[in-house]
T-cell receptor, first 110, second 111 residues
Framework: GQQLNQSPQSMFIQEGEDVSMNCTSS?????WLWYKQDPGEGPVLLIA?????ELTSNGRLTAQFGTTRKDSFLNISASIPSDVGIYFC??????????FGTGTSLTVIP | NAGVTQTPKFQVLKTGQSMTLQCAQD?????MSWYRQDPGMGLRLIHY???????DQGEVPNGYNVSRSTTEDFPLRLLSAAPSQTSVYFC??????????FGSGTRLTVV
């Protein structure tokens, strides 16, 4: 299957700091998604990106579809304790089958 | 609007036992899939279905069976549970390429 590499694997940050994470693929994708998984829950969709170069925000979250179509980036500004969780990227070339990254675990220290 | 409902939430099995993990969605989504989540491994696709009567294997299908007799339901069967199948299982559904809606997961322990 497709390999999606997310980095970093984990982050420990102080409340109020900004966060950046990224996802890279060996193949091009036509859709990139970012999910957040709270402890003990299923992943929830945060942001969807459909065009190379697209920049989309959802509150304090901003994601970008890389111009090469092989990468995507997620930024969180002014982190708060409820940002804790695992963030997954997912890519789609065609059809319905998304491929998921291995996740970035975020810990926010009050 | 319930979304994707998974049952049970927790299950403990003995090695060799069989069981079925249930998944139902009420959004009329054609595509449904099962993933397992293990520490450091992300989400790995077990089986998927593009519509009623159609199923196919994903990345890690061994030891699991699925069927899709209706649009709403997509059960996952463990034929003979093994400790390696201890994991968190997620069912997801989608329509087109609009992203998946996930259930809240089933936490399975095989002893």
């Amino acid at each position: 299957g497709q390999q999606l590499n997310q980095s970093p694997q984990s982050m420990f940050i102080q409340e109020g700091e900004d966060v950046s994470m990224n996802c890279t693929s060996s193949s091009i994708f036509n859709t990139w998604l970012w999910y957040k998984q709270d402890p003990g829950e299923g992943p929830v969709l945060l942001i969807a990106l459909y065009k190379a170069g697209e920049l989309t925000s959802n509150g304090r979250l901003t994601a970008q579809f890389g111009t090469t179509r092989k990468d995507s980036f997620l930024n969180i500004s002014a982190s708060i304790p409820s940002d804790v969780g695992i963030y997954f990227c997912a890519g789609l070339f065609t059809g319905n089958q998304f491929y998921f990254g291995t996740g970035t675990s975020l810990t926010v220290i009050p | 609007n319930a979304g994707v409902t998974q049952t049970p939430k927790f299950q403990v099995l003995k090695t060799g036992q069989s069981m079925t993990l249930q998944c139902a969605q009420d959004m009329n989504h054609e595509y449904m899939s099962w993933y397992r989540q293990d520490p450091g491994m992300g989400l790995r696709l077990i089986h998927y279905s593009v519509g009623a009567g159609i199923t196919d294997q994903g990345e890690v299908p061994n030891g699991y069976n699925v069927s899709r007799s209706t649009t709403e339901d997509f059960p996952l069967r463990l034929l003979s549970a093994a400790p390696s199948q201890t994991s968190v299982y997620f069912c997801a559904s989608s329509y087109g390429g609009n992203g998946y809606t996930f259930g809240s997961g089933t936490r399975l322990t095989v002893v």
